[in-house]
């Protein structure tokens, strides 16, 4: 069992910003700005569901690891932090998810 976490991908991520570009492909993502980062996340997304519905299981592993690392970087570009999400995450579960679905659809 791996004892990487996406919290160590945040860390070599934010490490790979600080970066120059031309050895990091983490910088260049982010040198491109949040919308091709966005365009980049959504690419993978659909990769992803692709792999899942071909019953892939490593296809899908990879696949997934990609659609984190974009996510990240994407979270990355906007200045949001994945304790952010964490947090979000957090308040949820506080509630069932119906429940917690029913209440966006009144904001």
Do not use: P, Q, W
């Not at 050895?23 to 980049?40: I, M, N, Q, V």
């Not at 506080?94 to 659809?105: D, I, P, Q, T």
């Amino acid at each position: 069992m791996s004892r990487f976490t996406v919290h160590d991908l945040a860390a070599t991520i934010d490490a790979r910003a600080a970066t120059g570009g031309e050895a990091s492909y983490t910088r260049k993502l982010l040198d491109k700005g949040a919308e091709h980062c966005a365009r980049k996340l959504g690419e993978e997304a659909v990769e992803t569901v692709i792999a899942a519905i071909g019953n892939d299981r490593d296809h899908l592993v990879a696949e997934s690891a990609d659609l984190v690392f974009h996510l990240l970087v994407l979270l990355k570009s906007r200045g949001v932090k994945l304790e952010d999400v964490e947090a979000a995450l957090e308040k949820r579960t506080s509630m069932s998810g119906l429940e917690e679905k029913a209440s966006r659809k009144r904001d």
